[in-house]
């Protein structure tokens, strides 16, 4: 049923119109824990294209405030708190399908209208194979654990539990919506490795990488 979703929001209704072809793109992808952010920046800026991250959610969500406090609140990081939550509102299976469907529909119509990069959310695997640029950003689990206990405020050892507890919950996102799994290098262009490079030198290699696979300079 999800290979057939995703079939039908990359199928192309009429037979020529080009306002209905992807633009190129670049898709960046990481472990929890990892600085993607600084990177998507520098790749924006170097690109001149604009970076969507948590501005998916908005364009998503539309004018309707309820979908906007949903989709902000579930992000595909915390599934099993959402789903608990919104219980006693409506079907889970519906919240699902709502949220993946409009998922589909608004990373295609962002990358219908100009260059764009998208930080995680399933990017990768929503737009077309033939069209862009994939990149996997992840570093050891004890530099992501001491990054993450920073930003959150928690212990390293209940910072370790709660990386490895949303990395589940984002496998299975990806399993159930998309039939792969999250660390499938098959699925990236490049990988890079933040704990051996800086952030300059991660877009560095990204953006070589993309111009020796044909992108543009």
């Known amino acids: 049923m999800r290979n057939w979703e995703l079939a039908r929001s990359q199928r192309i209704s009429t037979p ?10 670049l898709c960046i992808s990481r472990m ?55 219980r006693s509102l409506m079907d889970r299976d519906f919240v699902r399908n709502d949220y993946f469907h409009r998922l589909c529909e608004t990373l295609l119509s962002l990358a219908r209208q100009g260059n764009s990069v998208f930080l ?21 689990l004890t530099a992501r654990a001491e990054r993450f206990a920073e930003i959150t405020g928690l212990a390293p050892k209940k910072a370790r539990d709660e990386i490895r507890r949303i990395e589940k919950e984002r496998a299975e996102f990806l399993q159930r919506h998309f039939g792969v799994g999250a660390d499938d290098p098959l699925r990236y262009d490049i990988t890079i490795n933040l704990e051996g490079f800086s952030h300059e030198q991660a877009v560095d290699l990204i953006l070589q990488a993309r111009q020796m696979l044909g992108g543009a300079a």
């Open 32 to 86: 929890v824990g990892v600085d993607d952010r600084k990177v998507a920046t520098l790749v924006g800026e170097r690109l001149g294209w604009p970076v969507f991250d948590r501005e998916i959610l908005e364009a998503m969500a539309g004018d309707d405030d309820f979908r906007r406090q949903i989709y902000t609140s579930m992000d595909q990081r915390d599934l099993s708190w959402w789903e608990e939550a919104l």
């Open 16 to 25: 020529t119109p080009k306002r209905e072809e992807v633009e190129d793109f």
């Open 120 to 140: 995680g959310r399933g990017a990768d695997l929503v737009l077309p194979r033939n069209r862009g640029f994939r990149v996997r950003l992840v570093a050891p």
